[in-house]
């Protein structure tokens, strides 16, 4: 008789967003009179960049030509874009990444539920609290993580830095050991960052203690201060500690178009194996790589006609940041966030629980958040609106927020 990983069966409940959408499902089944304005989820709403529509089209072209044909892409994905983004991200940074420690990929959540694999299982993870939820369950689903503790809603064997008020949304160096730590800067849920001087003390930590850190820098294009990375790299010794997941999702709008990449340098060892080895034979037996026309939008990104037109998006969204932020802060609500990523953090008022002010805000606002105990225990009291929105959709659900509480 066939066996089950019993690792799944120690998930609690359904994942955060899948829970809200079939809350706000039934809430507009009963009200269909009643238009919901979305504002948890952080997906793009803003269509994709002229430069990058040409690109498609012109890649989808050469696929109709049999000397143009592209089947399978390459392992590592097409050099094209490998060295666009080498050179883009990081050289002109002053960071030393070659096109070969660049792995293309369909996206940063695959990325970063993925790159554990590659891991022992009795390697102990230190994640933000709190955190994006992908990182801890797929480490629940390799069975790393102990057992659950419902009362706490934490794992026994996952360290958790918790990410407070009196810590500025930034974690502090955990007092246990870790083997691998998640960062994510600037951070979902909070959109709160850390400074290049903070972020290299983590670096220098990790290179001492031997641990790895998952750095996600999925949200690097809407940092607008000057003394904030937009990569680990940015870091000294970064090289030897440090995987970073990057996402088309957020900077070019490519969340229905998937593309990402992994990149992992070749001085991460674990005694004499490199940690981009063992990181090719995943990715070459368990991946056939992004269309090759999407990976040909993605080089359009960084052409001169994308780049301009990004930041008119990118502004688009922060500007929405702003609209939240100062709306609710009129309003009496204490926020965070929004400054350098398109997340805005709030306490839930009259000392509601985050679900409690999720359903407050449903019912008496038509609009839909994100709870902040979805995303750990110190997201208890706390909420997340994503700039992602329309602005007009922007202003009207923050009218509708003042007029509800």
Not at 55 to 68: C, I, P, Q, R
Not at 90 to 95: M, N
Not at 207 to 220: F, H, L, Q, S, T
Not at 234 to 242: I, T, V, W
Request: hydrophobic share 35%.
């Amino acid at each position: 008789m066939f066996k089950i990983n019993d690792n799944y069966l120690k998930l609690p409940g359904s994942y955060l967003f899948s829970n809200i959408a079939k809350k706000v499902s039934a809430y507009t089944a009963a009200n269909p009179d009643k238009p919901i304005i979305r504002l948890g989820i952080g997906d793009v709403t803003q269509p994709l960049a002229p430069a990058i529509i040409e690109s498609l089209h012109g890649a989808v072209d050469e696929m109709g030509k049999a000397e143009t044909f592209h089947g399978y892409a390459p392992d590592l994905g097409y050099e094209f874009l490998r060295s666009v983004m080498a050179e883009n991200d990081y050289a002109a940074r002053g960071c030393d990444i070659a096109a070969d420690e660049i792995f293309i990929s369909d996206g940063a959540k695959c990325d970063s539920g993925n790159i554990q694999e590659i891991f022992s299982q009795d390697n102990k993870i230190a994640v933000c609290d709190p955190v994006y939820p992908v990182y801890v369950d797929t480490n629940v689903m390799a069975g790393r993580t102990g057992t659950y503790n419902p009362s706490s809603d934490t794992w026994s064997d996952v360290i958790y830095m918790p990410c407070t008020k009196e810590t500025n949304f930034a974690p502090e160096l955990p007092k246990e050991t870790p083997d691998l730590i998640y960062l994510c800067f600037p951070n979902n849920p909070t959109g709160s960052t850390i400074t290049r001087d903070d972020l290299q003390t983590w670096v220098d930590y990790a290179n001492k203690v031997g641990a790895v850190i998952i750095y996600d820098a999925a949200y690097e294009a809407y940092i607008s201060e000057q003394d904030v990375p937009h990569t680990i790299y940015e870091c000294k010794g970064a090289r030897s500690c440090a995987i970073e997941l990057r996402s088309f999702s957020k900077n070019a709008g490519f969340t229905g178009v998937r593309l990402g990449a992994a990149v992992v340098p070749k001085d991460i060892k674990s005694r004499d194996t490199m940690l981009h080895s063992l990181w090719a034979r995943r990715h070459g037996t368990k991946y056939n790589g992004a269309p090759y026309i999407v990976q040909r939008a993605g080089e359009a990104v960084y052409s001169d006609a994308g780049q301009a037109q990004l930041k008119e998006q990118v502004a688009y969204y922060m500007k929405n940041a702003k609209t939240i932020y100062e709306g609710l802060k009129s309003a009496g609500y204490q926020v965070s966030g929004g400054v350098n990523a398109p997340y805005i953090w709030l306490e839930t008022p009259n000392h509601m629980t985050s679900w409690e002010f999720f359903d407050f805000l449903l019912e008496h606002a038509q609009v839909v958040g994100t709870p902040g105990s979805g995303f750990g225990p110190s997201g208890e009291g706390y909420f997340r609106l994503t700039a992602f929105g329309t602005y007009e959709n922007t202003l009207a659900a923050i009218e509708r927020i003042k007029n509800a509480s």
